[in-house]
């Protein structure tokens, strides 16, 4: 169990680190993954209740601000071509839609706020520090917070250079480039799912509590 707690905690460090220096756009989120999927890992070790729980919401979090983020890049990719980070500037006049679904997926991984992701996270923290398992209960939750904001690092920034490019930026020289209502929906239907789920978890806990228990 120790062994793999370490793992889990340097595999969550590590993900994040390699999302924060990657420049292409779907490869920082690939290395997101490895991190965030690690956060379950670590839950699912400590084998607690609390910490289960943590780590099946995350699964469910993880999975539609995820999706969301990599719709949001195919859609970019689709109809501009671009698929790198420095490219991305002014990309929210070009496609507004779709870059506010990519922030609110962005502030459910990070774990803003009624995000599912909060949520998830939340128990997770509680989980270790009840665990008793001594260090990780503190250090998971350390690492935890630091990757956080690692995430808040590698993804915020693509929305604030694409809505607020700054004053050289050629407004006019953009055009909409949404895409169809068709890859639209889904991007839509998952942001959605991932901001009820932040908003009205309680059946979501009582169910996998009941199933942990």
């Given at each position: ?200 978890p309680n059946e979501l806990i009582r169910w996998f509590t009941g199933i942990l228990a």
């Amino acid at each position: 169990q120790n062994v793999l707690l370490c793992m889990s905690i340097l595999t969550v460090f590590m993900g994040s680190m390699l999302a924060y220096g990657e420049p292409v756009l779907k490869k920082r989120l690939a290395y997101s993954t490895i991190s965030q999927v690690s956060y379950i890992l670590f839950g699912l070790f400590l084998m607690n209740q609390t910490a289960g729980t943590g780590s099946f919401l995350h699964v469910l979090a993880h999975g539609f601000v995820k999706a969301v983020l990599f719709l949001c890049a195919g859609a970019i990719i689709f109809r501009t071509g671009k698929t790198r980070v420095e490219e991305l500037r002014g990309i929210g006049k070009e496609m507004p839609l779709t870059m506010c679904c990519y922030t609110i997926a962005s502030l459910g991984l990070i774990g803003i706020p009624p995000m599912g992701g909060f949520v998830s996270k939340w128990y997770l923290c509680m989980g270790a520090l009840s665990s008793h398992r001594q260090p990780f209960a503190w250090i998971g939750v350390v690492v935890l917070l630091i990757s956080a904001l690692l995430t808040a690092g590698y993804l915020l920034p693509i929305s604030v250079q694409g809505f607020l490019p700054g004053e050289d930026f050629d407004d006019k020289a953009c055009e909409r480039k949404e895409p169809t209502a068709w890859m639209t929906f889904p991007i839509l239907v998952l942001t959605i799912l991932a901001l009820v789920m932040g908003l009205f978890p309680n059946e979501l806990i009582r169910w996998f509590t009941g199933i942990l228990a």
